[in-house]
């Protein structure tokens, strides 16, 4: 008896080899903290940007990558019911490479802040830097009240060009184009 492989299982074999061979990327989130002074607490965290292959490729082909940083604070709430948002923020950047002066720009468009960088090494060293993302305001907090921060770090798949999304909405066969850090979430201690 021979054993045959249906259509459907030769197509998930090769789909599978061809994520696991291709040069992804990832997103991850280290050093994330909360600082708190006498009115505010801020929130600081740190973003390690590993490119892969195909997104590089695309930014020095002229198709400009938006990264966007978010932070969500919720009152915690019973396990029974969705948590309340209380405040939320983001900070977006864009990284494009222009091929005439062969530099990557990267534009903060949380405060119109820019610089050129002469890799993509460089360009993403300076994305990596911590910083103050967030300041919460204290009286936003009751004092009876248990709270969280949730970050998280993304490419905004909304500001790709159409010939782009497809892929994003496909991450099996192309999971290089849907980095996200996921969400990390640090207790607000008080």
Request: hydrophobic share 40%; net charge negative; proline share 4%.
């Amino acid at each position: 008896m021979h054993n045959k492989l249906s259509p459907f299982t030769l197509l998930l074999a090769i789909a599978l080899l061809w994520t696991s061979l291709s040069a992804n990327g990832e997103i991850v989130i280290t050093h994330p903290e909360i600082r708190e002074t006498a009115d505010h607490y801020m929130v600081n965290a740190e973003f390690s940007y590993m490119l892969g292959e195909e997104i590089i490729d695309a930014l020095q082909n002229g198709i400009p990558i938006t990264f966007v940083a978010e932070y969500v604070v919720e009152e915690i709430t019973p396990f029974w019911s969705k948590n309340n948002t209380v405040t939320k923020g983001e900070h977006r950047f864009i990284l494009s490479y222009h091929g005439f002066s062969g530099r990557y720009y990267l534009i903060s468009l949380k405060n119109n802040s820019h610089g050129t960088y002469g890799t993509i090494e460089k360009a993403i060293e300076r994305m990596t830097m911590r910083h103050d993302a967030l300041i919460i305001d204290k009286s936003l907090l009751s004092d009876k009240g248990k709270y969280q921060v949730k970050i998280r770090s993304s490419i905004d798949s909304s500001k790709l060009p159409g010939m782009i999304r497809p892929y994003v909405y496909t991450p099996y066969l192309w999971p290089e184009w849907k980095l996200d850090s996921g969400w990390h979430t640090i207790l607000i201690e008080r």
